[in-house]
């Protein structure tokens, strides 16, 4: 059995290992750049999961701390998963004070519904109530802070 340890805040985060997959590997973000990645990280609760010093799992929140969270960029590299490292990042912000408090926790998945119901995710209450500006590809029309 795999020894994972969770670690939080940006500090303690690989920032090449999650933009990296972000960039190469997810379907929701291919060709972010670095920069991107890394600010985003900057505002919000980050997570991860890392076997000796090697970082495998990554999400975060993005958060008020006090009514809302939206789930983003959970990943745990292929040759580490099915070992428990998702459940185990999300007890870990499940167990967080703040989270307890929160009114609505949200996310957007393709294709890992069952693990997210575990943690009482489910379809929206009032889906006529939620409204969107969808802009997948606004990660690759970003030139830089000042453009």
Same mark, same amino acid.
């Given at each position: 059995? +795999? ?12 920032? =090449?290992?999650?933009?990296? /997959? +972000? ?13 991107? &990645? ?17 970082? &495998?799992?990554? *999400?975060?929140?993005?958060? $008020? @701390? ?5 789930? !983003? $960029? /959970?990943? &745990?590299?292929? %040759?580490?998963?099915?070992? *428990?490292?998702? =459940? ?5 912000? /499940? ?9 609505? =926790? ?5 294709? !890992?519904?069952? +693990? @997210?119901?575990?943690? %009482? ?7 006529? /109530?939620?409204?969107? &500006?969808?802009?997948?590809? !606004? ?9």
């Amino acid at each position: 059995m +795999l020894e994972v340890i969770v670690k939080t805040g940006k500090e303690n985060m690989d920032v =090449k290992t999650v933009h990296r /997959f +972000l960039s190469e590997d997810s379907y929701w973000a291919k060709g972010i750049s670095y920069e991107l &990645v890394d600010r985003s990280l900057a505002n919000s609760f980050c997570v991860g999961a890392f076997v000796g010093r090697a970082q &495998v799992g990554f *999400g975060r929140v993005i958060t $008020d @701390y006090y009514t809302f969270g939206w789930f !983003a $960029d /959970f990943m &745990v590299l292929p %040759e580490f998963r099915g070992n *428990g490292i998702s =459940k185990l990042m999300l007890t870990h912000i /499940f167990e967080q004070p703040w989270s307890k408090r929160l009114r609505r =926790k949200m996310l957007n998945t393709s294709d !890992a519904h069952g +693990l @997210y119901r575990q943690f %009482e995710f489910n379809d929206l209450a009032n889906p006529g /109530f939620i409204l969107e &500006v969808y802009n997948p590809e !606004a990660h690759l029309q970003y030139k830089g802070e000042d453009a």
